[in-house]
């Protein structure tokens, strides 16, 4: 051992064969400081003996040290993230589900055969499934990734649905589509999955509950518009639905079909690919929109903290390498009738027979839609534009039958949207808790609000979750003022136009020698050298380059010795790095900027739609007998509502009390709906009610209400013709209205309102005392 090397457990810093200095000598503390010492390499030896150092040098040679193992670390890291991915590959690329799970459904076995198939769910044996439950259905988007990414953490929407005992299901695809698959094809192949699932279950209390991530979103829209009876409520996530929408200055993703002059591109990687789109493409194009995330900060967070961010890392890249890829004729029909042609809030998306058109107003279930404002990928306005296109004002939505609810959340990103663990335990699991509520909800727009519990909040029993949930009644005021106007949406209908002439010019001119030079072959090694392949394979242990990093990095695993976290080099570094971050931002937000200049001065001129032969012309009204047919549907319910108003059971009766009491009330939470559960329970069996009965019935009563509300409480004691049933409803309705706290002053004056006419003397003191007891 060095003489000057320091032996464990030894208080000295002095060997013990080394001599002691004369006794009586005065210890110098110049001399001690200058005589301090630290190893000359990472690995001490006799051949490398330890050197003095001063303070400066010394925290210099601990950040060296430390920068040049993390160094070795990293790219550790990065030779396990080549490795994983390439065995992903070759696996199959099965989806990153962190589950069990079993193939109920193969879709490559249909008649008409796609790359999609359907999972159940295994849950684990803490937490057993009750097969009463409404089943859950999660649906990931083929957006160029993989499937998983709803289940790839315990933290995620199906860990939600497993914990709360729901059946769940996830609907998977594979790597390669099948020969000549379509869009339609998809759409009817996932409608037999939930048929499925429906047949699986069928004491449920509901149809089943579909979540649609992202691209998948749209997706289930569209099945839901042309099934309507497929499906119970959907959840939409992150998902774009009117696809020109946005806000100047924040949201450029959408210009670049403008700036790319239409959909052609993708047609040409499509026919390079020999007929098959790489979604590694699609993927370069999210991480484009945040280059300091994707060209230092994402890698440099791994570097920087090495010793711990490895297996997130990892489990993160397992999901976002894995690129999928779709026929030409998928990737056509997405950009062309979705993200360029806007033509799905329209109305002009046709089955390839032309005989079914989807309407998205036919979809009869209640709609979730969940958007933040973080989100660059999908900002709220593509999220929730589609609703005033499809109604002027919420009458129209109610006339319609229609629920929709939607919540924002005030930052997360789109990918958080799916994988945040907080986003997981409160918003979708709050959503899912109040989902019966949601489904039972009378016909409108609502804001979902998730609000923590106050400490002196009343009957906290009867909040599920950790949270209160409470649905605020909006208008399509409130949804057009999250846009800062529509008008920035014109210049897209150019876009349109020159995309169909660039399309049809390709088609003609270029496609053909494209596909007869195009084979396999070339398609796949177009694939590999795509960058973000390469950055993976380079640096796994097929590159022999990579050999000795495996060699070494175990060995600087146990000689590991971390820098002080107050290193002054260390602070140095972070301080580089943030300055990096903030030039590749500057450089985002300066490109973003050209880049709508560009869009505007291109599209938002006139000489160009003047060249295309383009006038201004008003939004095309709907069909003459699309419109007479709707206004027949809205009478023929309306006189059906006439005619039930004097008709009825005590359970009409008392939604109809608490329709009118609470008429005009801006928001609903969840309490008095679990207490009316709560109540229900303790009916005998024969008397109780199914979910869907109970729906029906809060829907019949409101609409009554909406249409005549004096009339429809005039005509109460016809229902309830026996005062002990009538006062029995108004002890019941006293004690649902009052569970969230005291009736106001406006909402006791409609309720005395109803006492009188029903002959009763609640509302005076009296009700109170009978609804305690």
Request: contains cysteine; glycine residues 8%.
């Amino acid at each position: 051992m060095n003489a000057r090397q320091p032996v464990p457990g030894q208080a000295s810093g002095q060997d013990a064969s080394a001599p002691a200095a004369p006794q009586g000598t005065p210890a110098d503390p110049a001399a001690s400081a200058a005589q301090a010492t630290f190893p000359a390499s990472p690995f001490p030896s006799a051949m490398f003996p330890p050197v003095p150092m001063n303070p400066v040098a010394q925290a210099a040679w601990e950040y060296g040290l430390d920068a040049w193992q993390r160094s070795i670390l990293f790219l550790d890291v990065l030779r396990q993230r080549g490795n994983e991915t390439g065995e992903h590959e070759r696996g199959g690329m099965p989806p990153v589900l962190v589950f069990d799970y079993e193939v109920l459904m193969d879709g490559r076995d249909l008649p008409r055969p796609v790359n999609y198939a359907l999972l159940r769910i295994v849950p684990p044996a803490a937490h057993p499934t009750d097969m009463t439950r409404r089943p859950f259905v999660v649906m990931d988007p083929r957006a160029g990734h993989g499937p998983g990414i709803g289940g790839f953490k315990a933290d995620s929407e199906i860990g939600n649905a497993i914990r709360t005992g729901h059946p769940c299901y996830f609907i998977t695809f594979f790597r390669d589509p099948c020969p000549g698959q379509t869009i339609e094809d998809v759409a009817r192949t996932e409608g037999k999955f939930l048929q499925a699932v429906a047949e699986r279950h069928p004491d449920a209390p509901g149809k089943p509950f579909v979540v649609g991530n992202c691209q998948a979103g749209w997706a289930l829209l569209i099945l839901a518009a042309a099934s309507p009876e497929a499906t119970g409520p959907i959840l939409l996530a992150g998902a774009p639905v009117a696809y020109w929408s946005g806000v100047r200055g924040k949201n450029p993703m959408r210009y670049s079909g403008g700036l790319l002059g239409g959909t052609w591109l993708s047609s040409l990687a499509a026919d390079l690919g020999n007929g098959r789109f790489d979604g590694a493409w699609l993927v370069q194009n999210f991480e484009k929109l945040n280059p300091s995330n994707t060209l230092w900060e994402k890698l440099y967070n791994v570097y920087a903290k090495v010793d711990t961010e490895g297996p997130r890392f990892l489990e993160f890249e397992r999901w976002w390498g894995g690129h999928f890829l779709m026929n030409r004729g998928e990737i056509d029909w997405i950009v062309q009738n979705l993200f360029v042609g806007n033509h799905l809030t329209a109305g002009e998306v046709r089955s390839s027979d032309g005989q079914t058109v989807i309407d998205l107003r036919n979809v009869r279930s209640p709609v979730i839609v969940f958007a933040s404002w973080g989100d660059n990928i999908t900002p709220p306005q593509q999220a929730l534009n589609w609703i005033p296109d499809l109604y002027a004002s919420v009458d129209e939505l109610v006339a319609n039958d229609q629920t929709i609810v939607y919540c924002l959340h005030p930052s997360i990103g789109h990918l958080g949207i799916f994988v945040s663990g907080s986003v997981a335990n409160k918003e979708h699991s709050e959503l899912f808790c109040a989902l019966d509520l949601i489904d039972v909800l009378p016909p409108g727009l609502y804001e979902a609000k998730i609000e923590d519990v106050a400490p002196d909040a009343p009957h906290t029993d009867l909040i599920e979750g950790r949270y209160l949930v409470r649905f605020e009644r909006r208008t399509i005021d409130d949804i057009l003022a999250l846009d800062d106007g529509r008008e920035d949406e014109k210049p897209f209908e150019v876009v349109r136009r020159v995309a169909e002439i660039n399309q049809h010019l390709y088609d003609t001119y270029a496609s053909p020698f494209v596909r007869a030079m195009a084979n396999e072959a070339t398609a796949e090694g177009i694939r590999a050298i795509h960058p973000s392949r390469l950055e993976r394979s380079l640096f796994a242990d097929s590159n022999p380059w990579m050999q000795w990093v495996a060699t070494m990095a175990p060995a600087v695993r146990d000689a590991r010795q971390p820098v002080s976290a107050d290193n002054p080099f260390l602070a140095m570094q972070q301080a580089v790095s943030d300055q990096i971050v903030r030039s590749l931002d500057q450089y985002r937000d300066a490109r973003d900027a050209w880049q709508e200049r560009m869009f505007e001065s291109l599209y938002a001129t006139p000489w160009l739609p003047a060249m295309l032969g383009m006038t201004a012309t008003p939004k095309a009204p709907e069909s003459p007998a699309i419109t007479a047919l709707r206004k027949e549907v809205a009478e023929l319910r309306r006189r059906e509502a006439e005619r039930e108003i004097d008709t009825g059971t005590p359970l009409d009766a008392f939604l109809r009390v608490l329709s009118y009491v609470t008429q005009g009330r801006s928001a609903i939470e969840e309490r008095p709906f679990n207490l009316l559960r709560k109540l229900a329970r303790e009916n005998p069996p024969e008397q109780r009610i199914t979910l869907a009965e109970f729906k029906d019935a809060v829907r019949r009563q409101s609409y009554i209400v909406s249409l005549d509300p004096e009339g429809a409480i005039r005509a109460l004691p016809a229902l309830v013709p026996e005062m002990k049933e009538r006062r029995r409803i108004m002890v019941l309705a006293h004690r649902v209205l009052t569970v969230g706290g005291p009736l106001d002053a406006e909402w006791l004056a409609r309720y005395r309102e109803v006492a009188e006419i029903f002959g009763t003397d609640h509302g005076n003191g009296k009700a109170t005392q009978e609804a305690k007891a």
